[in-house]
Each structure stands twice: as structure tokens, then as C-alpha cells.
């Protein structure tokens, strides 16, 4: 049976997705200096909503790496690259363990380590990996409203999606020579595919 339905939905070989919600159109090619590393948490790898697979595809310096527990030589690995200083964007909040350093203006290019999860597992995430919560963090100032609340309910009024707040915050390091201004637009058109599949459901109630 499983065989029989991966046959029936063939899967774009570059996006991963089925070819009915391939996302390959959308993809906009956008310049950057900083290295991103994604984490990202098996359940939204499965994710029709998730935003990470159209941010990889336009960043040619993204990594992503799906996981959810890491052993501290792999981490440490990821994390930290020669001439690069790294920075965990990440939220300042009180539920959040403190970093060991303070995030001073970086003297070098950066790696920008982003994770993809809900709130509730990347703070378990930096709970049990204490790498990863000891490094230095870039917390987003008033991040503009979302476009994803269209197909994805938020704990928080400043929520936004992965991609988004690593294009705020590529903004934020890069500079002037970054424009993630055409990224965003097609991520506004990939929020509004994504509510035109579910409004028929939505539409016709429980059946």
C-alpha cells in the first residue's frame, strides 16, 4: 500500500514536495554574506506550511539539518566554522537559558544558526543541548506582522515564520548589499497557495 501511494504522488526531485505543491516557481536566487545553518526539528520537515525548503533553495549559503538530539561533538561541528563567528537568532526572553557571552557586534563574517520548531521545542532544544544555548544570540527588533498567521496560528503577536525572520535578520548583518524584499514577496505567494488548498476543505465543513 505505502508503495502504491508514493507511485501515485511523484515528488519534485529539487523542492522534495509533491509535483501538485512543487514550490520550485516561487524560488527567488537572493545574494548574502552570512552563512545560515538551520536546525530543524523532524515535524516540520513534514510540513506543507513549513517555510525552510523555499529559503534553502534561494539562499546558496543555507545549511539545513533536521534533528532533534544532537551529540556534542556533531553540534559543536555545526556550529562553529574557521572565520566565522556565530550567533543564534533566537529571542530574548525570560524562559530562555542566558548565553555565556553577550552578542557584541560581530568582527567577522557570521554563521547564523536558525531553528526551525515550535516555540515549545526550541527552548527544549537549547535546554538540552547547552552549545547551542551558551552561544551568542541576534533577537529580532519589532519584526514586522507576519504573513504566515494566513495558514498558521501563533502563540506570540511578534511569531513569525523561519524564513522570515532569517531574512530580517540577514538584513540586519549584511546590510545594505542584502535585499530579501523579492524573497518575501514569493513567500507571500507561498502563504497564499497554501490557504487556497485549505479553504475548500474549511469551506465544506465536516464531513
Given at each position: ?180 524584499a523579492p524573497l518575501l514577496d514569493a513567500f507571500g505567494g507561498f502563504v497564499a497557495a497554501v490557504a487556497a ?11
Amino acid at each position: 500500500m505505502r508503495a502504491a501511494l508514493t507511485a501515485s504522488r511523484p515528488v519534485c526531485p529539487r523542492c522534495l514536495r509533491p509535483l501538485a505543491t512543487c514550490i520550485c516557481a516561487l524560488v527567488r536566487p537572493t545574494a548574502h554574506r552570512t552563512e545560515v545553518l538551520v536546525l530543524q526539528h523532524p515535524q516540520e520537515q513534514r510540513q506543507a506550511k513549513n517555510s525552510v525548503a523555499l529559503l534553502r533553495l534561494s539562499l546558496a549559503r543555507c545549511e539545513v539539518v533536521v534533528g532533534e538530539r544532537f551529540d556534542d561533538a556533531a553540534l559543536r561541528a555545526l556550529l562553529h566554522r574557521p572565520g566565522l563567528e556565530t550567533r543564534l537568532l533566537y529571542p530574548d526572553v525570560p524562559a530562555a537559558p542566558a548565553p555565556l557571552a553577550s552578542a557584541a557586534a560581530p568582527a567577522a563574517p557570521v554563521r547564523l544558526v536558525v531553528i526551525d520548531a515550535t516555540w515549545r521545542k526550541s527552548l527544549r532544544l537549547l535546554l538540552e543541548h547547552p552549545l547551542l544555548a551558551a552561544l551568542p544570540r541576534l533577537s529580532l527588533d519589532a519584526p514586522p506582522p507576519t504573513r504566515y498567521r494566513a495558514i498558521r496560528a501563533a502563540r506570540r503577536a511578534d511569531q513569525v515564520s523561519t524564513l522570515e525572520a532569517t531574512v530580517q535578520a540577514l538584513a540586519a548583518l549584511d546590510g545594505q548589499s542584502f535585499d530579501g524584499a523579492p524573497l518575501l514577496d514569493a513567500f507571500g505567494g507561498f502563504v497564499a497557495a497554501v490557504a487556497a488548498r485549505q479553504r475548500p476543505r474549511t469551506e465544506a465543513g465536516p464531513g
